[in-house]
């Protein structure tokens, strides 16, 4: 995280930070829990991302604390984390120990979850690109397949009635990469008409966080095309990356940025008239999505207290 994105628009009024509040998607989810009252519930799942986890300031105890709220107040039947899962690996200065250090902390934090299941992508500060050589075992993004135990660096699963797709955007210009293109236009092409699907990426798609701090895959508008095409189908795209949380719209998909676990790196945050942990308007937190059997969908960001 460079300098200009954490310092850029700290005296704006964020939308964005309205909705992470609590105040807005409460409301937002009260219409919708009255809305959906009626119509069965399929999952329940927790999405975390940009957990940055590390030594130091208790962040493993401080994340593990938060594993157990997610657990026994919301009881998912599973998680998705978004990436960005240790804090970095691939500045210049890193070296191997502390790569190992970090995923070690990674595997013990996830002790908490117990049998939960996690599915996660891959986020820009997850891969080591300063191995000696290309060849070692911990270069690039296949080491981190490895860690993450995800069968390849994009992937796909289901569960119930509902499909779902993890990307990796960790390309050039932040984008899906030819040979990913076209595997997601053949699964979504291949899925029965109607199934709802999720698709999670460590970056933003659409929405208003990219707009503001940057950050955004800069193949937005062709993906857009694609989700249109397939608008029976695709109900949410679910992002990190930015440590915001935003909720958009647009033809029909529901595009949600949700803020960061780390919040501000587990540190005390970068304004003190919002909150301890705050990276701009935004606390550190995780979300929860409510996916029906009909297609719907609820998405709510949960401020949690380290």
């Not at 509040?21 to 009626?38: R, W």
């Not at 076209?182 to 208003?208: C, D, F, N, R």
């Not at 949700?258 to 942990?277: I, L, P, R, V």
Request: proline letters at 4%.
């Amino acid at each position: 995280m460079d300098i200009k994105r954490r310092t850029l628009l700290k005296t704006v009024g964020l939308t964005a930070g309205a909705l992470a509040t609590g105040s807005l998607p409460a409301l937002a989810t009260a219409e919708a829990a009255d809305h959906n009252k009626n119509k069965k519930l399929a999952l329940t799942v927790a999405h975390i991302t940009d957990v940055h986890i590390r030594p130091g300031d208790n962040a493993p105890e401080r994340f593990k604390n938060c594993l157990k709220q997610v657990i026994d107040q919301h009881k998912p039947d599973f998680f998705l984390n978004g990436g960005d899962s240790i804090n970095d690996a691939s500045y210049d200065n890193v070296v191997r120990n502390q790569v190992t250090e970090q995923w070690a902390i990674w595997d013990d934090c996830l002790k908490q979850i117990g049998k939960h299941e996690i599915y996660s992508c891959i986020g820009n500060h997850d891969p080591w690109w300063k191995a000696p050589e290309k060849t070692d075992e911990m270069y690039g993004k296949d080491y981190v397949v490895k860690r993450l135990k995800i069968p390849n660096r994009y992937y796909s699963f289901s569960k119930k009635n509902w499909h779902f797709i993890i990307l990796d955007g960790n390309n050039s210009k932040i984008s899906l990469d030819e040979e990913q293109y076209k595997w997601l236009e053949q699964e979504l092409e291949k899925l029965p008409a109607a199934t709802p699907t999720v698709i999670m990426s460590h970056y933003p798609i659409l929405g208003t966080t990219q707009v503001l701090v940057g950050g955004g895959h800069s193949d937005a508008k062709k993906l857009k095309d694609l989700f249109y095409k397939h608008r029976d189908k695709v109900k949410i795209c679910l992002s990190g990356h930015n440590h915001l949380s935003d909720h958009t719209t647009y033809n029909g998909v529901l595009y949600c940025c949700n803020g960061a676990m780390s919040g501000f790196w587990w540190g005390k945050g970068d304004a003190e008239s919002a909150g301890t942990g705050y990276y701009l308007e935004t606390p550190p937190g995780y979300a929860i999505l409510k996916l029906y059997t009909d297609g719907t969908v609820e998405n709510t960001y949960y401020p949690h207290t380290f």
